[in-house]
Every structure is written in structure tokens, then in C-alpha cells.
């Protein structure tokens, strides 16, 4: 057991194997072993199959890895049950659930971390610490896998053992142990002969041992051996000690004299840039990674976001730290020219650093490798900007902890290890307006602050636009800001955010070259996403546009993700930046009707399903068949959820299709919102998109579909107090109906019409045509719609005060929506059982009625469910409960303040919280709520309403002992009842009141 705890749990330093019980045990087939090295390599982080699958079968999967891969993960748990160790599969990946430290690999690393930071105040330790570290190892890692990646894996990992003795020699020739590691030094530097770091520890024990001319010799075949394979002399570090052996330089046997040479130190990092905005929290977070001993720390993002920016005002926070300089390098990633070759930048990095022309290597790794010998031991500040990805990455960086990396990419740079990535996005929104305001220079009045929010809002808060936008503001007057801004308005803003014909460049220009490097796979998905309705899609959605399989289009995501031009937005949805989106939309889709139209199949069966799991589904209208999975939805409650975060999609999908001439989409889209917009409070939406709809229908010149979209629109306004729009659409609707001759459309027409009539307090003309409607709907078999007729059926008999014959259309609504299932019918169905219930005095059972629909249907929504409310509170209230009322009371009240709010339904909850004030013993308050609820009802030509709200006044003024006003109040509503026919007229005791 190594002295800094218990030994590593999962073994990679050799042969995979396990710790079980304190004994190794082998992780199996080679297969196997692979799959648990995979898990093993990043502990506690999920991988994905597919990556496992790659690194197994090195591209050579069977028919269907995932079916073998499963038995392997299998048996590996069970090898694991015992070790406290688990391994949990979620969503396409698999996770090694330990501490980095319970493998071997990772915990030498760890250890010989802790001895570089004891070395000085604790050799001792230090000494322990690296000798365990050194004990993990086993032989070649993965020794029994074969496979491409175990061989990146060893080779990646090799150097790191040998980093581990060199850093052991350097600790204790620091306390005089020659003697003890002369016998080791002679076996490492005999495995690594062209090292020069253990070359010159190797020789430095020897003159310490008195063995001056083994040391020469050694020195001399050190040198052959370099010029023969490398064509290079020994470095100046290595020739120093050789030319202090040779003058016998007693210093040398000291323990405290420092050997090394004195070297170039470079200062190549470019001037910071003038102080950025809006970034501290990521110069915190780089800072924390540094504490973390990340020695690599990589600002990625999209093109313009200022990335190179906040790495060199960083970097030179850190420059002080970093005694033997600074290097830095343009890497021109994404520049519009050829990458840098990693070649000539190593080749520039090492001339800098001192090393001669003549010592130079030709070949890359043998670069990389002279770079990091060279590095080694020192602290340098290295900035690689502007990085195309990690295979360009890779063999510019040090091996030696003492030096920190900075990089910046488009790239997320997940394929390098130890890598700490921050991800550089917009600025919000009032830093935005910090950069423009600070680059005009003067604190900007009211109209220039409105229109630099404006501005900020069109550069899309990108830090490159702002600037490309305070370039074109000589003095930043108003006049010049209101011009710029209508301009982005009204013109092309990615040729308005550019730099002059002279100096190509801008937000396009940065956009175009993270595109042009894109496979064309990923290309074409992007282009299909400049195609998609609004700023966020379905991953379901664009595998139908593509007509590709699911998981290769995630995957393709995930590549675009990875250049930052698209990125998640939760829920199984992707979105892009508003001017990235603009640059897609601009190219070319070789088959873009085709896949438009693959795409709004997909969101009109997505949307139909959601509805239908709701309980809603207004109009009939074909499921188009997908290819493309449509979500299923275990509850209302999911569906409506669902539709709540697709409600903006979905919206700009209707304009869309039919600006696209896909009337059928608009229409299926538009129709199959009806409920989720009704109940949710969404009407004048709503009544926007139905007007695309029907002038989509007009195109269609389908009369059964043009009366559908009026009759929609006909209860739409009148929904929004406008019974006069509302009745020109039925008008309308029934013309087209009988053009169709279709007495089923004309009977539901007439149905619809009848709202209108009730409103009106037309309650005889109402019932006539429900009644009328009934056989016609039998016929057609339109279910749902005779269960809300007979629901319909049920308030007029309620309002006429005969309750056994409401209680039986009710039943018979009940009935069909039992039978049939029709959710949505429910919750009236019980609400209106309730209100005969309330009629008939029975308010614990209407209590019961109002609350079963509060807790049990979440789909009436938040304003159906206010409605609800409002009547239960004033059971409540009779029943004494007026705590629980009064906060009833004030959700309704809220929930009804809209101006969009039905005349009918805004009054009703005034006259119900008038109710309560007063038997609440505040007659005053009841006065305000029942003139307000005359005031609506007059307005909106609600007789009934008008009349409750007198009897109101009435009762309020009762009380108040103002017996003149009551009688007036009084006689108004007995007046309004008797012409009404309703119940009130003939019972003056009636309990509504």
C-alpha cells in the first residue's frame, strides 16, 4: 500500500485489471478491458457509445455494436459489485462512477503534482510520494488491448512514467542521494538514451560519485547518438555540464548549485487590448482552473465573440508569474488562409527560446519532442490563438506543469486531454451597451440611451459587431445613431457589420470561415437550419429535414456545436445566434421544398399529438406520416408543457407555411392550437394566426375549409369582446358551408353562432340551435363537439332555473365524454355540476365539484382554472371560509385583469368577489367590485352580468343601509331577469345572491 492512502482501484498501468479485495483480477477480453479503459480514462464523465463502439472495434464495428457492447457492461458491473465502484448508463453514455485518484494513471499523475509543489519544503515526502507513484506502474499501458486508441493511449502515457524519475532524480540529487539513484539513473537513461534531462542528471551523479570520466564517455555517446539520429548537438544545457565536468568544477558536487545554463527568455505576447467589458466572470473562472492545476486553459466560442481579446487581457494578468517568458503564436485557425503548420510554429517557439538553427529537427513529433526537453523545468506563458482544432493543438503543448497554456478556438476541443474549456458567448445585453456607450465616449442622453439598446439588440450583444457598429459612429449624435439603427433595420445587417471593400472581414466573414471547414454532412444540416421557421429546432425536426436518421443528425449537431455555430437549448432542441442564423438562411439548399416540407409534417404531427395527450384538437386534420420520431407524452400535463415550450416555434411555423406555399401546414397548425390557445389565455394570438390560416384556406379554395377558419375566428373575437367581428365571421362561415352544401358544417356553425346568442341573453335562439345541431353531428359522428353542445344545453337550463332538466343534458354530456374519452369536455362537464349543485344549496358537494376540476385538470389552463376558482371561492365564502375565499378571489382577479379578457367572464368574477366582500362584512369594497362589474358588463352588451351586478349593488347598498339605492339596484335586475326568463325572476331568494 503506497504511503498517500489505499492503492488506485482500476488498473491501466499493464494489464487492465481490478482491485478486488486487495487482489488484481484481469477486466476480461481484450474487448472488454477496452471498454472499461474507455470508462476508466475520463472517471465520473459521461462517454458515448458511439466513442466506446470507435475505440473497440477501431471502426470495424459488428452489425450492432451496441447489442454486443451491452454484455460487456454487464459483466463489468458485476466484476465492479464489490468495489464500491458503479457504472450508470443514461442517455446514449455510459459513466465510470469513481474518484479521478481510484486509477492508476490519474493517480500518478496526482501524486507526482503533489510532490512538484512539496519538492522544496518537503523532499521527503515528495520523494515517498513519487516512488508510489512509480510503483503503479506495471508495463506498457493497456498492455492486452489492441486497438488504435490503447496505442494513443501508451504512447501518450509513456512519457509521463519517465517524467516521474526525472522529477524523482531532480528531488534527490537536490539531497545529495547521488549514490542511492546512481544505479536507477544508469537503467532510465539506458531505456531513454537521447533524453537530455536524465542525460544531464545521469552525468551530474556520476562526477558526484567521483566517476568523472563515465561521465564524459556518457556525455560523448549522448552527442554521437543525437547527431546520428537527430542530426543535432546536445542542447546548451547538457553542454554546460559536460564543459563543467571537463574544468572539474567543484561547485558541480554541490547539492544547491544550479546547473542549468542560462537561456533565452522570450517576451512575444502581443499588448493587451483597451479594458474589455462583461467578462469577469470568465477571467474568474480561467483563474479558478489555474488554482485547479489546469495547465492548459482554452477560451472556445463563435467567431466575433472576443475571444483572442479576453485571453490576452488574461494572459497578461498572468505574465508577472512566468519568469522565463512568454510565447505566442497565431495559429490562423479560421482566418480564411492555410493553418499555421504546428511545424513552423515549433520551429519559431524554439529559435526564441535559444535553441540554434543548426539543432533544429525537421520532423514535427521530433520538434514537439525538442520543445518540450527544452521547456522542461521552466515557467513560460504560452498563447496559441486562434487554434482550427486539436490535432493542430496537440504538438504545441509542453509537457511540463510549469508552464500554462493559453488557447482560443472555435472549436470546443474536447479530443485534447487536460484541457480546461470556457466557453466565450455573447455579452448580455447591457454590457452591450456599455461598449457602445463607452465608445462613443460621452454619458448618452435618454434618446441616444433607447437607441444604443436598440443597436446592441441588432449586433445580437456579439463583440465584433459592437465594434464593427461603433466604427461607423464618427461623433455618436443621435441623428447618426437613429440612422445606423434603421439601416440594421431595414438593410442587410450582415453588409452593414463589415469592414470596408478594403478591409475584407466582419460578422459574415467570421461566420463563413467556421463554415467552410465543415465536413459536408454537417454543411448541409447547417444550411437546412437557416431553412427552420424560427431561432430554436427539434433535433426531430431536423433529422425529418434532412431525412436522416436520429442519432446521425445529433451527432452532426454535436459537430456544429463543437465549431459553436449552433448550440443546445434544452429539451432535445438546438438554436443559433440571430446573425448566424441570418448568414444560414442566406445558402443554398439543393433540396429545400422537400425538406421544408419534411419539416412542417413533422411539427403538424408533433403539435396534433400534443393536443390529442391534452384533450384538445379542434380541427380535423390529417396526421401526416414522419419519419422522424413524434414525441409521446404520458399525461396532459406533459403535452401541455410541451406545447409551452414550442409555443413560439410553432407560432412562427404558421406564418412560415404559408409564406413558403404550404397552405395545408398553416392551417393544420394553426386549427390544432385552438384549445391550448382558448384555455391558455393566448386568444389574440391565436386570432392572428387563424387570419394567416384562412387567407391560406382562401388560396386553397376549399369552402369546408374556409368555413372552418371563420367559425374558429367567429369564437376568437368573441373571446375578445368583439361580437360584431365575431358574427360577420359566422355570417361567413355559413355562406361557405352552403356553398359546400354540408349541413354538418352548417349545423356546427350554427352551434358556434349560439354563444353569441347566449351572450346576448338570446337564450331561446340559443338552445333552438343547439338542439337543430344535434342529428347533424350524430350523422357526421363528431362526438366531442355533441358532448359540449350538451354541456351547452346544461348552462341554458341552469340559467332558466330548471335544474333536474340540466342535470340530465349534463349527464348526457358526462356520458360521451366517459365513453369516448374526451378529456377536455370534463372538467365542464363538472364545473357546471357544481353550479346546479350551488343552486340547489347543496355547497358542500358544489365545493367538492369546483375543486375536483382545480386538482385534476391541469389543462383548463391558468385562466380556466381562475374561472373555477372564482366560483369555489364564493361557495367558500357562504360556508364561512373567507381566508381561503379571498385569496381565490385575488388569483381570479388577477388572472382576469387582461384587456383581452371576455367582457362576460371579467364581470362574472367581479359580481363573485363583490358576493364575498360583503358577506365578509365589507359592504364598501363589494360596492367598488360590483360597479366595476356593470361598467364591463354594460360595455360589453352582457345582460345577465348587468343584472347580477345590480343585484349586487343592491345587496351592498342593503347593507349600507341605504335603502333607496338598493330598491333602485333591485328593480334593474328584476327587470333584466324577467326579460331573460331566467331563474332569478322567480326566485328573489335566489342563493347567487
Not at 89 to 96: A, I, P
Request: glycine share 8%; aromatic share 6%.
Amino acid at each position: 500500500m503506497p504511503p498517500v492512502g489505499d492503492s488506485p482501484l482500476i488498473r491501466l498501468l499493464g494489464e487492465v485489471s481490478v482491485l478486488v479485495q486487495g487482489k488484481p483480477v484481469s477486466a476480461g477480453t481484450p474487448k472488454q478491458a477496452c471498454v472499461l479503459a474507455c470508462l476508466a480514462w475520463t472517471p465520473g464523465t459521461p462517454v458515448d457509445t458511439d466513442t466506446i463502439i470507435e475505440r473497440v472495434w477501431d471502426g470495424d464495428a459488428p452489425t450492432n455494436p451496441r447489442n454486443t457492447l451491452s454484455p460487456y457492461v454487464t459483466r463489468l458491473r458485476s466484476l465492479l459489485s464489490d468495489t464500491g465502484a458503479t457504472i450508470t448508463g443514461k442517455s446514449g453514455t455510459y459513466t465510470l462512477n469513481i474518484a479521478d485518484t481510484d486509477v492508476d494513471v490519474h493517480a500518478m499523475r496526482a501524486w507526482a503534482t503533489q510532490a512538484r509543489g512539496l519538492a522544496a519544503t518537503d523532499p521527503a515526502r515528495a520523494v515517498a510520494l513519487l516512488r508510489a507513484a512509480l510503483g503503479l506502474w506495471r508495463g506498457r499501458p493497456l498492455s492486452r488491448v489492441d486497438c488504435r486508441w490503447a496505442d494513443s493511449i501508451s504512447v501518450a502515457v509513456e512519457p509521463e512514467h519517465v517524467e516521474v524519475w526525472t522529477q524523482l532524480f531532480e528531488v534527490e540529487l537536490s539531497r545529495d542521494n547521488h549514490a542511492r539513484v546512481i544505479g536507477e539513473l544508469s537503467e532510465v537513461v539506458a531505456d531513454n538514451p537521447v533524453n537530455e534531462n536524465l542525460i544531464g542528471q545521469y552525468l551530474v551523479a556520476l562526477y558526484r560519485c567521483g566517476r568523472g570520466i563515465e561521465a564524459l564517455e556518457c556525455y560523448r555517446q549522448a552527442r554521437q547518438r543525437l547527431r546520428d539520429e537527430f542530426g543535432v548537438d546536445p542542447s546548451p544545457r547538457l553542454a554546460d555540464i559536460q564543459r563543467r565536468i571537463l574544468a572539474d568544477d567543484r561547485d558541480l558536487l554541490s547539492a544547491r548549485t544550479d546547473v542549468a545554463a542560462e537561456v533565452a527568455v522570450p517576451r512575444q505576447l502581443p499588448a493587451a487590448p483597451a479594458g474589455i467589458i462583461g467578462r469577469d466572470t470568465l477571467i474568474n473562472a480561467a483563474d479558478a482552473a489555474v488554482a485547479r492545476d489546469h495547465d492548459t486553459v482554452a477560451f472556445v466560442g463563435p467567431g466575433g465573440a472576443g475571444k483572442t481579446a479576453l485571453a490576452l487581457t488574461w494572459a497578461h494578468k498572468l505574465s508577472a508569474r512566468f519568469t522565463d517568458g512568454q510565447l505566442f503564436a497565431d495559429l490562423r485557425g479560421f482566418s480564411g488562409t492555410e493553418p499555421a503548420p504546428p511545424a513552423r510554429v515549433l520551429t519559431g517557439f524554439l529559435r526564441a527560446l535559444g535553441v540554434p538553427a543548426s539543432r533544429l529537427p525537421a520532423g514535427e513529433s521530433e520538434l514537439s519532442a525538442l520543445f518540450r526537453a527544452t521547456v522542461a523545468g521552466r515557467r513560460i506563458l504560452i498563447v496559441l490563438d486562434n487554434a482550427v482544432g486539436p490535432r493542430q493543438l496537440r504538438p504545441l503543448l509542453p509537457g511540463d506543469d510549469g508552464c500554462l497554456t493559453v488557447a482560443t478556438s472555435r472549436d470546443n476541443l474536447s479530443g485534447l486531454d487536460r484541457v480546461h474549456a470556457i466557453t466565450v458567448a455573447e455579452l448580455s445585453s447591457a454590457d452591450s451597451q456599455r461598449v457602445l456607450a463607452e465608445t462613443l465616449g460621452a454619458r448618452p442622453g435618454p434618446v441616444a440611451a433607447t437607441l444604443i439598446a436598440r443597436l446592441a439588440e441588432q449586433c445580437g450583444n456579439l463583440p465584433l459587431a459592437l465594434r464593427l457598429a461603433a466604427s461607423q459612429l464618427s461623433g455618436g449624435s443621435d441623428h447618426e445613431l437613429s440612422e445606423l439603427v434603421d439601416d440594421l433595420d431595414s438593410g442587410d445587417r450582415l453588409a452593414t457589420l463589415s469592414y470596408p471593400e478594403d478591409s475584407p472581414g466582419g460578422v459574415a466573414a467570421a461566420i463563413e470561415t467556421s463554415y467552410k471547414v465543415l465536413a459536408p454532412g454537417p454543411r448541409h444540416l447547417f444550411r437546412l437550419l437557416g431553412l427552420h421557421p424560427s431561432g430554436t429546432a427539434d433535433v426531430e425536426a431536423l433529422a425529418a429535414m434532412a431525412d436522416a436518421d436520429l442519432a446521425e443528425t445529433e451527432r452532426i449537431l454535436s459537430t456544429l456545436a463543437a465549431a459553436h455555430l449552433v448550440e443546445p437549448t434544452g429539451d432535445g432542441r438546438w438554436g443559433m445566434h440571430d446573425l448566424v442564423a441570418e448568414y444560414a438562411s442566406r445558402l443554398d439548399a439543393p433540396d429545400r421544398e422537400a425538406a421544408l416540407k419534411r419539416g412542417l409534417d413533422w411539427y403538424l404531427a408533433a403539435v396534433l399529438a400534443a393536443e390529442n395527450a391534452s384533450g384538445g384538437g379542434q380541427v380535423a386534420t390529417r396526421t401526416p406520416e414522419v419519419a422522424a420520431p413524434v414525441p409521446t407524452f404520458a399525461d396532459p400535463d406533459a403535452a401541455l408543457a410541451w406545447l409551452d415550450s414550442r409555443y413560439p416555434t410553432l407560432v412562427s411555423a404558421v406564418s412560415f407555411a404559408d409564406d413558403a406555399g404550404f397552405p395545408e401546414h398553416a392551417i393544420g397548425i394553426a386549427g390544432s392550437l385552438t384549445d391550448y390557445c382558448y384555455n391558455g389565455g393566448r386568444v389574440e394570438d391565436w386570432v392572428h394566426l387563424l387570419r394567416v390560416a384562412l387567407s391560406a384556406a382562401r388560396r386553397l379554395g376549399d369552402p369546408v375549409v374556409i368555413n372552418r377558419m371563420h367559425v374558429l375566428l367567429g369564437s376568437g373575437y368573441r373571446r375578445l369582446n368583439r361580437s360584431d367581428i365575431a358574427i360577420d365571421h359566422y355570417r361567413q362561415a355559413m355562406d361557405a358551408a352552403r356553398q359546400a352544401r354540408d349541413t354538418y358544417r352548417q349545423a356546427v356553425t350554427g352551434f358556434a353562432r349560439a354563444y353569441v346568442h347566449r351572450d346576448h341573453g338570446e337564450y331561446e335562439q340559443a338552445r333552438i340551435a343547439c338542439e337543430a345541431a344535434i342529428p347533424h353531428l350524430r350523422e357526421h359522428g363528431d362526438v366531442r363537439t355533441e358532448a359540449n353542445l350538451f354541456t351547452d344545453l346544461a348552462l341554458l337550463a341552469i340559467l332558466r332555473g330548471d335544474y333536474p332538466e340540466a342535470t340530465r343534458l349534463n349527464d348526457t354530456a358526462r356520458r360521451l365524454a366517459e365513453e369516448y374519452r374526451l378529456r377536455s369536455v370534463m372538467p365542464y362537464v363538472i364545473e357546471y355540476s357544481g353550479r346546479i349543485l350551488y343552486r340547489q344549496g347543496r355547497l358542500d358537494e358544489a365545493a367538492a365539484a369546483f375543486a375536483s376540476v382545480l386538482s385534476g385538470f391541469g389543462e383548463v389552463g391558468e385562466y380556466g382554472a381562475a374561472l373555477i376558482a372564482s366560483q369555489l371561492a364564493v361557495v367558500q365564502s357562504r360556508l364561512g371560509h373567507v381566508d381561503a375565499a379571498r385569496a381565490r378571489h385575488l388569483t381570479a382577479l388577477s388572472a382576469t385583469a387582461d384587456p383581452s379578457t371576455p367582457d362576460d367572464d371579467r364581470a362574472a368574477v367581479l359580481s363573485d368577489s363583490g358576493l364575498s366582500f360583503r358577506l365578509a362584512g365589507q359592504p364598501e369594497q363589494a360596492l367598488e367590485h360590483h360597479r366595476e362589474a356593470l361598467f364591463v358588463a354594460e360595455r360589453g352588451g352582457i345582460p345577465y352580468q348587468q343584472a347580477r351586478a345590480h343585484h349586487g349593488l343592491c345587496l351592498a347598498f342593503r347593507a349600507l343601509s341605504d335603502t333607496d339605492r338598493a330598491e333602485e339596484h333591485w328593480r334593474e335586475a328584476l327587470d333584466i331577469h324577467t326579460r331573460l326568463g331566467t331563474a332569478e325572476a322567480t326566485e328573489p331568494g335566489h342563493p347567487m345572491y
